[in-house]
């Protein structure tokens, strides 16, 4: 998760109660110098460069020249100072918006904001090719992900922002190389610490280095390069860019991690009241039958970013954020949703369009041989009344019945038999191919337990806890016998026992008896953030261990995996505009859901 920021040298008016602005010191430190400097008229002109005024975006929405004009000046062409020579999502253009309110006086209704968000992102927003390699930033998933190797980035680059926040929130902007310089500046003068932590070069250069230049003027040039205001992929898609037409019924797959896969439908319809979308989402947990139903709203912005927000039984708890992209053709959405203090909770989903029958998948995907079981094929639009002949598993693999065939599920008995070939073979419903595969195998030689590095953090006390989720796939070792090579078989979601093993990093390690739970569902709980008097030298709760996931098999096979999971302290700066309960004073509550907020 990326780490947040706080507000520094921020006054508040004590007759109103409200954020005011930057008190003016008596002497000019070298932060204060360096806000004057990022936030001046004469900074805040485009100087003229590779990216001179004439490649700005006009900005012709009256509601933002009217909010913003006060700071934000604009020409004669059109171009309003900083605002005409960058891109962003909508969180970023979000996170602006807060920026400005907290720090910068700004006055907007909750209304107006929403307005502006929307004028902006649509835009100067994103090609959906320049959101795609960053699209993890917004869909808040915690991963391992290198901008060195997604971006053949500099180490020295990644240091630089990667020091406060993740990188993610760097390659989802575009800007002019005058605006990244006016970034930097921003960021050395809020934060004055951030140059000791990367941004300059105390000292000579190293012997014998051929580049001199401070990280954060690398950073500079890198970044204008890499990412700058105008783009091929920008005029393309702002020439085409229109609202997406997307009402309908759509099925629905996806996987919820710890739970399994999902299948069910989306019911889209046209919003008549500020909202782009309203939803009505039916959906079932392949493992367990359990049934879920939301209702929700959704904005599309910049033609293709999907922001919604949906809630079952209308229970502001169960609420789910939805970061999805609609892909050119109108014919599939896909992306997250998630929940949690730290995001860490919700389903992977893909929409897909059809009139016709679609065919989502497969459960179980995988059969022991000279065993049975109900194989369960989902989808929406199926034919109905389809009986053992309709359903094709392949050779060695028997259909014996089908106990239900309607729209949306054909279940049928099947039993492998013992001398059914090991590997994947291909489904046939009906004719029609079913995505996956069905696959035989022997024995279950191998337990991946994901993630393979997880991350949670204390909470309870201060604040919120971060959970970790860890599920397990099997894996037979495939003909060759051997682990970890190509011809290895998935076998897909299996139920196993967790246990905790200490993750032995000093003597006498003792983290396994402080650092919280894992449950029998996988599910690991942190414990209480805070010192804790219990432990030696009235250390907190933090620490290392293994999650380990023990299968056992019908033949009375053991087979063990294991991931690492760290425990850590909460997050205790955070600046992300979904948060509801951090949102500035002058800004109503509703404002931080964008598309959601009704």
Known sequence: ????????????????????????????????????????????????????????????????????????????????????????????????????VTLNDAELDAETARDIVRYLSDNHGLAPEELRPGRFEVERRLIDWSYEESHEGDDDVDRVCSSCHSMGRVVIQRRTKEEWDL?????????????????????????????TRHPMDKAVAELS???????AAWTSWSATMR??????????????????????????????????????????????GDQVEREGRAIVYTGYQWRGRSFEGGD???????????????NEINGRWFAGDYDEFGPDVTLLRGDGPVLLGLHPVALRSGSSATVTVHGMNLPTGLGAADLDLGPGVEVVSVTRSDSEV?????????????????VFLAGRPVPGHLTVYGTVDRILVTPEAGMARLGGGAFPKGYAQFEATAFSDGPD????????????????????????????????EYVGTLGADGLFQPALDGPNPERDGLRNN????????????????????????????????????????EMPLRLPRRTSEMGNER
């Open 410 to 426: 054909l279940a049928a008995e099947v039993t492998a038999s013992d001398d059914a070939a090991v590997g994947a073979r291909d």
């Open 542 to 581: 933090v620490g290392d261990v293994w999650a380990v996931a023990t299968y056992r098999g019908p033949d009375g096979n053991e087979v063990r995996g294991r991931a690492h999971l760290i425990v850590t302290v909460p997050l205790y700066m955070r600046w992300e505009p979904w948060r509801v309960q």
């Open 1 to 100: 998760m990326s780490p947040g920021r706080g507000r520094t040298g921020s006054g508040r008016n004590p007759a109103s109660g409200r954020i005011g602005p930057l008190s003016p010191p008596v002497a000019l430190t070298q932060s204060a110098l360096l806000l004057c400097l990022a936030f001046s008229p004469a900074a805040s002109a485009q100087q003229p460069g590779a990216d001179t005024a004439s490649t700005g975006i006009p900005v012709t929405d009256e509601t933002l020249i009217a909010s913003c004009d006060r700071c934000h000046a604009v020409d004669d062409d059109g171009m309003m100072t900083r605002v005409s020579y960058m891109r962003k999502t909508p969180e970023g253009w979000q996170q602006s918006i807060r920026r400005m």
């Open 243 to 288: 609202p997406p037409r997307l009402a309908g019924t759509w099925a629905l797959k996806g996987h919820d991690p710890g739970k399994g896969p999902i299948y069910g439908t989306v019911e889209i319809s046209e919003a008549a009241d500020g909202a782009d979308f309203t939803t009505r989402v039916r959906f079932a947990y392949a493992r367990s």
């Open 183 to 211: 970034l930097m500046a921003m960021h050395r003068g809020y934060y004055p610490l951030s140059d000791t932590q990367g941004f300059r070069r105390f000292g000579p250069p190293a012997p014998g280095a051929t580049d």
């Open 225 to 231: 390069g890499k990412f700058p205001l105008t783009t």
């Open 316 to 330: 502001e708890a169960a609420g789910l954020r939805e970061v999805m992209m609609v892909e050119r053709g109108w």
């Open 481 to 512: 016998g051997k682990p970890e090579t190509d011809d290895d078989l998935n076998l897909g979601f299996v139920d196993v026992e967790w246990s905790m093993e200490e993750y032995s990093a000093i003597f006498d390690d003792d983290d396994i």
